[in-house]
């Protein structure tokens, strides 16, 4: 019994030694094996045993590397440098790992002293950079662009990802020292790609791609160099070079290669080789979907919405989560007109992958095809902000601002647009149309220079370009190119519009009558067609053929907003305001949310007299909160006409300048409330201005000469209150304009 007990104590404790020599002997073995992460647990083992061996500490290193646990690699290398200091080799490493784990004031203190001792060593030189650069390692640059663009962003937009802080001294000192590194060492491989990499995100884009080519060129079996290379100048346009590089990294056999090969293939209309190399790389093993879901994709550019649903859903049937397979699904579904159903999973989507841009895009365009534009607008605004490098995102934005009316918006950013992707016809007649809506007739024709080939002679073209010639004043050359736009096809609407809108500002809508009758016979039950042929109609004095087009419209679709509001305004012409507002009130109830039919309903109310209930609609319209177009400027005119709310009508009222400098209906609301506020003076550039541009409206001219009556220049109100009158002897104010003009007799 006491030798039991004696030896009780010795059989229950290991000797430490024994266990941290067996751990290291498993641990070796293993390693010869390859089986890294099981010689990393038996090195960890050991560690434990004695965690101040740093040879040991190397090992375990030496296993989590194999093993690419690079976190746990990371931990032993620096503490095996903490627990020998002399040991310059482990050092380095400790500098290196420090940089992988973003500590890179750690890495600076580490590396310095060993840089100062040893100021010629490449590698020593390189780390510094790193550090100094806030690069994890030399190759960060590289691999973080090139990731960028294999997702589709731009050059520019992945190298602005990169890195969230940057000192320009620390730059300015990295990149010293990666020119150094690479002066001395042209060949050495974290020399040279760190300084490429360096370059790529610094903007210096084509002399890092110069850099990259050599190592690609010497390392042709490095599938990443040439793809990268290959991808960067796609970037830049140079698609010989792009297929060469690219091709060189497909043949490795790499799978990453073979599907950025197959993209380029796809974006260059090069379908069956892109589906040939898809084929390929599923049959080699497609685990992730990734080759299924490219085949969707092509199937959706040629127009099979169904085959790219079913490569959508063989992904899902495996990973139900899988949010690129539901991006396909979503867009083979709006593809075949179901937007209804591609909205909710755009939006699962969204939420589950918020930076998928594609998503965010499907979902605009979804909402756009539902009519629900101001979502989709705004959708359109938030993808901009998150990528303002994306031209495709830019021209639909501007598109949609401009069927908003946001002409200074569109602007801009189809400005963004022709910058990121120049010769893109579409960006320029976004912009031109833009420039044109602004009343910038030199930069809307600027912008058009810039079409070349089969575009610039094209309908679309010629008729931005007859626009703006009429916005110049140059009517005879307007209508000749609205007539050569007509000629390859004599139903475009556009053209055919701004025809007529050139002869009914003219007085000549009968010259061009018979045309409008033929595109609409030949587009039977079309409303635009009927609505242009009803404007023709009433402006030629054929009030029963507008009618016979209005209600045609009205009866198939009693909200359609531009019929209920022409046929309102010719009803109350008629002096039939009540039927007026019959059709203003169908078209409200199916169209609740048209702020145009209210303000349409607002003005016909206060024809009637009815100016209280206009009133609380103008007003209930802007307590909502919503985007109330052309309402404040009513409610403004409202006010300045009952002499109440002055300054809340002058807000309104400069508001709405700010938007629309150059309208006349706002100068002259503008002009007119000055005049009520008893500052004629003040009033009158505005009023004046409104004449200037809209000569032929007795209400402006009866404006100014009441403000003139008020200023003390009698003559020149007399002229103008006699013109008002001239215009139209019966407009709404010409009673009072008679005893004005009597008062100054």
């Not at 290959?230 to 990294?249: E, K, M, N, P």
């Amino acid at each position: 019994m006491i030798a039991v007990a004696a030896l009780a104590p010795a059989c229950g404790t290991a000797d430490p030694a024994v266990t941290k020599a067996d751990a290291i002997r498993r641990g070796d073995a293993l390693l010869s094996q390859k089986k890294f992460a099981d010689a990393a647990k038996a090195f960890d083992q050991a560690v434990q045993s004695d965690p101040n061996d740093g040879e040991l500490r190397m090992k375990a290193a030496e296993a989590h590397r194999g093993a690419q646990q690079w976190a746990q690699a990371n931990r032993h290398i620096i503490l095996a440098a903490d627990l020998m200091p002399g040991n310059r080799a482990v050092q380095i490493q400790a500098v290196d790992a420090l940089n992988n784990q973003s500590r890179f004031d750690d890495a600076l203190a580490r590396v310095q002293p060993l840089l100062t001792a040893d100021p010629s060593n490449v590698q020593l030189m390189v780390l510094f950079a790193n550090a100094k650069a806030r690069m994890l390692t030399s190759t960060y640059g590289l691999l973080r662009v090139e990731e960028g663009m294999r997702d589709g962003l731009t050059f520019d937009g992945a190298r602005a990802h990169v890195r969230q802080a940057v000192v320009q001294s620390d730059d300015a000192e990295a990149e010293k020292s990666y020119r150094q590194a690479y002066a001395a060492d042209p060949k050495h491989y974290d020399a040279r790609l760190g300084l490429a990499g360096f370059l790529w995100i610094t903007g210096k884009g084509d002399e890092g791609a110069g850099i990259l080519k050599l190592a690609a060129d010497d390392a042709p079996a490095h599938a990443f160099l040439s793809r990268a290379l290959g991808l960067f100048y796609q970037q830049r346009g140079r698609d010989a070079d792009a297929t060469h590089y690219l091709s060189i990294a497909a043949a490795t056999g790499d799978r990453e290669s073979r599907l950025v090969m197959a993209d380029f293939d796809a974006a260059h209309d090069r379908i069956d080789n892109a589906l040939r190399l898809l084929d390929e790389v599923a049959r080699d093993g497609d685990a992730d979907g990734s080759a299924a879901l490219r085949t969707g994709e092509i199937q959706l550019r040629l127009g099979k919405p169904d085959l790219a649903m079913s490569a959508a859903e063989k992904v899902l049937a495996k990973t139900p989560t899988d949010a690129k397979a539901r991006l396909v699904k979503a867009q083979a579904l709006l593809a075949n007109g179901r937007a209804d159903d591609a909205i909710p999973i755009a939006r699962a989507v969204i939420a589950d992958a918020p930076d998928l841009l594609e998503a965010r895009t499907v979902l605009a365009r979804s909402l756009e095809a539902t009519g629900n534009g101001k979502s989709a607008l705004d959708e359109f605004t938030a993808l901009w902000r998150r990528d303002t490098t994306n031209a495709e995102v830019a021209k639909a934005l501007a598109s949609l601002a401009l069927s908003f009316g946001r002409a200074e918006v569109a602007a801009e950013v189809a400005t963004q647009a022709v910058r990121l992707k120049p010769g893109d016809a579409d960006a320029a007649i976004l912009l031109a149309t833009a420039a044109i809506r602004l009343g910038q007739f030199a930069s809307a024709e600027r912008a058009l220079a810039t079409v070349t080939g089969p575009e610039a002679s094209s309908t679309e073209v010629l008729t931005l370009q007859a626009v703006i010639q009429q916005g110049r004043g140059n009517t005879d050359a307007a209508r000749a190119t609205f007539l050569r736009a007509l000629q390859s096809n004599p139903n475009d609407l556009p053209a055919l519009g701004g025809l007529v809108d050139l002869e009914i500002k003219a007085g000549k809508a009968a010259g061009v009558k018979s045309r409008v009758d033929q595109a609409a016979a030949s587009n039977p039950g079309q409303p635009a067609y009927l609505l242009l042929a009803a404007r023709v109609a009433r402006a030629a004095g054929d009030r029963s053929g507008a009618d016979r087009a209005l209600r045609s419209i009205l009866d198939a679709d009693p909200g359609h907003v531009e019929a209920a509001r022409l046929y309102a305004d010719i009803l109350v012409q008629d002096n039939r305001r009540d039927e007026a507002k019959a059709v203003l009130d169908r078209a409200v109830e199916k169209q609740p949310a048209s702020i145009p039919l209210k303000a349409a309903l607002g003005s016909v109310l206060d024809s009637m007299g009815k100016t209280a209930e206009a009133r609380l609609l103008y007003e209930a319209v802007l307590n909502a909160g919503t985007d109330a177009g052309e309402i404040p400027i009513k409610l403004a005119a409202l006010y300045a006409d009952q002499v109440e709310n002055l300054d809340v009508a002058l807000r309104l009222a400069e508001t709405s300048r700010q938007k629309s400098p150059k309208d006349p209906v706002i100068a002259d609301v503008l002009g007119w409330i000055y005049v009520r506020k008893e500052l004629p003076a003040r009033g009158l550039p505005y009023l004046r201005e409104a004449v200037a541009a809209a000569p032929g409206n007795p209400i402006y001219h009866y404006h100014l000469g009441f403000a003139l009556e008020r200023a003390g220049e009698l003559a020149q109100a007399r002229s103008e209150l006699t013109r008002a009158l001239t215009l139209n002897p019966n407009f709404p104010y010409a009673a009072d304009a008679r005893r004005i003009l009597d008062l100054i007799r």
